[in-house]
């Protein structure tokens, strides 16, 4: 077992608990850690160095920030994929690999891209799928290696819940402004909440030392008092993942997202240390000063034991103070700067004779064999940006550490809409204009002095209080910075490459001057093109080198290339907490309980709960369908159709209304008539489908299809308020229930509970009437979506069931039985009836989808006219057309979806497809290319197993083309 051997002994506010220590495994070894321990720490205590595989290179990564965004510690933890180890506690008994591998960390064959860097320049993805033939190929090579974590098809569906929170002032941040913010606040009786990302509040106050415990008394003072005020509660280990309208802050923890809306936001978020560009900055041992200080402090970890420290500021001092009291042998200090101002730490270390140079930069990490970590540093002096090779030493060390500048947390700034401005004194962007409610303080405002962000965050707090009605917004002076905290240039080219910009994606210092060779030479195209800022750390120690880069590339100031767009979410949230709990609202119709007594098994359609078939004893799905379409072709059926969307519209310009809204006439349309209706959008693209009754000159009564009735009811209402006809829209969907009585029997059945004229002359197809059924007044359409006579009978919801009951009686004696969505869908198919969303896409018009009967384009206007006139000139795309397989067809059948063949080429798909006992074969539409839509022509289908089977276009209806079953005489 791998013990702790690089723990450092028991530091005051440390977060670790040595009295619980936890076994754990990573990469098949044993290795011990302690409460409160990160993965990462652990892993570090322990003498591991290599925690995983870079994305593109797979080149060994180490600890490099260790600031809850550090991608080169992603795991796989059995079911759970990519946990971030510098942020996940250890736990018993984890068993953890490193993602990104293939064999493993040590044996990854997948290292050999590192020799291969110089074939795989930036962009070369989109010049490889440029050519067809390849296409398939490079395809399946980017699946392969492309991916964080293995996705586990076995895991269980995670619910979780949703929070909803409110404040006065919501402060995100509990480092030292933060906290001073919030008192500040809440003295003045503003209600306070404040949230950070960390287990433990304190921020950079409880690791940032610098051998000046000070600090650190300060912090742990004004945490004494914010956790005894009675008007602040402190969330940790939570993190604002994004800002939305209003104050509204999406807060994330590690088991729900909360929703909080606060009346003031104050931005406390800190800084994001950057690191500096040199050849093998990647190297495991090259860290961050700020993750090398909170090792020691935060988990008493020793970070390693001679060290170069590489710096541009005066905290690059504190950081070897730091290392130097806990046992790290300091080589030498390697300052960018030619000239600075002196700070109290750099005179300590001169001191204790730590050797020092100023003017130089670090040309390379020297690697040990099997670059698995640091043997050493090479500098060189450094001026005006370059670095002077006949200068070059080597310092041997087993770990170089870097303070050379932060980068504002601003994301949430950007996120609410401020205007940023880049301010030369601290060589960073800082808030310029702030959305009312939203307050900045500390680093993120561009204040870095201990003292000066304590005054800052009062400043702040006071502000926010005021801005919500609590007090007066006290004057506060805050003290400019001395010196800037960053420098302007941490990047030093080398002929050979290897210094990385954006460790997630393994961008080099050349992959940004190719792409402004390229011409991508704008910060957001640059972002696009080289992928800088879209891996998982989203940009947070990257972006603003980046920006650098680009700056002097094109010959501009910082100011003048400005940021990326910042957009939600701060850090990656889990696809779990995004979906919560699961809540999805079920309508269900009012016979719903007779459906469930009769043996329905229910399908979800849309919100509703419809019955696919009722199940019957033993026999199996296929055989039930079967029996229900046979029932409604030759006795009869009856089905719940209470799901479609119900319309009624009223008033003088109703008519003009619905034939703006539809393809069809309707204003000639005669009272006691029904006619089909299809409608489209804006770009002649078929949305929906329905029937249209006429019950008086200013009276229309419609369906909609049932995903669709929400949708079309709010977009007729909008364009009723636009056009501001005379005519009012109402809703009958949730109110009105609707049962289909299909079949040659279905005349008779009806006969025995209404008084109703039911004679085709006096009830002819495609005709509605109203009238009492069963004693309930109702209105009754004679329409045929299943082929067969029959009633599609609308009463009051309250009614639904009577209703139901008394026809169920009523065609007892005629073997009556009810049949499911399954069914239905079967017998509208060998109709060849279209389901809107099935049988057509986001693309298909009604010319293609085979509704061109039903479009009017004489009529003076109707929504997608003026699109369907462009594309009826055009050749037409596709064709809807029907097909059927040979009767001696034995093997597999086609599914939805398989591909049309032809000629070796993808012609088209198939949209629906059935066996049919009444014509004994397999039957279907499919959507194909307009050569293959003539009558009797042949096609290939190919199956999910790649096998081809011959179809044959046939024209539809399959089932009853002369609409016998319709006539009387049947």
Known sequence: MMLNN????????????????????????????????????????????????????????????????????????????NVRADVTLLEMGMQLSAVNTFGGLNKDPAKVLNHLSRFLPVGFYYKAFHSKRLFPRWERVFRTLTGLGKVNLSTPRLLTPKDYAFCAVLIVGAGPSGLAAALAAADQGADVVIVDENAQAGGS????????????????????????????????????????????????????????????????????????????NDLPGVVLGSAAQRLIYRYAVRPMQRAVVLCANAYGYRVALDLIVHGVMVAAIVDLRAHHQPCDAEAELAAKGVEMHAGTCIVEALPTPGCSGVAGARIAAFANGVADAATTRDIPCDGIVMSVGWAPAANLLYQAGTRMRYDDLVEQFVPDALPPGVFACGRVNGVYDFKARLLDGERVGSAAAAHVGFGERRSVSVPMELESPNFPWPIVAHPQGKNFVDFDEDLQLKDFENAVQEGFDNIELLKRFTTNGMGPSQGKHSNMNALRILARLVDKHPREVGTTTARPFFHPVPMALLAGRGFHPVRRTPMHLRHDAMGAYFMSAGDWQRPEYYARQNKDRLECIREEVDMVRHGVGIIDVGTLGKLEIIGPQAAEFLERVYVSRYANLKIGMTRYAVMCDETGVVVDDGVVARLAEDHFYFTTTTSGATAIYRELSRLNTQWQMVCGIINHTGAFAAINLAGPQSRKVLARVTTLDLSAAAFPYLAIREGKVAGIPARLMRVGFVGEWGYEIHVPAEDGVALWDALV?????????????????????????????????????????????????????????????????????????????????????????????????????????????????????????????????TFEIRLTDGSLVVARVTPTPFYDPEQRQQKEDT
């Open 6 to 81: 690089h723990r450092l002994p028991q530091l005051p506010g440390e977060w670790i608990d040595r009295a619980h220590s936890i076994e754990f495994e990573f990469e098949g070894k044993h290795f011990q850690g302690f409460a409160g321990d990160t993965i990462s720490s652990a892993l570090w205590a322990s003498g591991q160095r290599v925690l995983g595989r870079s994305f593109k290179y797979h080149r060994p990564r180490g600890i490099f920030s260790l600031a809850n965004h550090d991608v080169n510690g992603m795991m796989q933890w059995g079911q759970k994929l």
């Open 205 to 280: 106050g409880g690791y940032q030392i610098g051998d000046e415990s000070a600090k650190r008394e300060a912090t742990e003072a004004l945490l004494v008092r914010v956790m005894a005020h009675p008007r602040i509660r402190l969330l940790t280990g939570i993190y604002a993942a994004g800002y939305y309208t209003d104050h509204w802050i999406a807060l994330v923890d590690d088991k729900k997202m909360t929703k909080l809306r606060a009346e003031a936001v104050v931005i406390a978020a800190g800084s994001f240390e950057q690191p500096a560009v040199f050849r093998n």
């Open 809 to 937: 009686a009523a065609g007892s004696p005629f073997g009556i039985r009810p049949f499911g969505v399954e069914a239905q869908r079967l017998l509208r198919l060998e109709k060849g009836h279209v389901i809107i969303g099935q049988d057509t896409d986001g693309l298909t018009t009604p010319f293609e989808a085979g509704l061109g009967w039903a479009v009017k384009m004489d009529k003076p206007f109707f929504i997608g006219q003026r699109s369907l006139q462009i594309v009826d000139k055009q050749p037409q795309r596709q064709q809807l057309i029907g097909f059927r397989l040979d009767q001696t067809h034995g093997g597999p059948a086609p599914q939805e979806c398989h591909l049309v063949i032809h000629d070796g080429a993808i012609s088209g798909r198939i949209t629906s497809i059935g066996w049919s006992h009444i014509l004994c074969a397999y039957i279907g539409l499919a959507m194909v290319t307009p050569e293959l839509a003539k009558p009797d022509q």
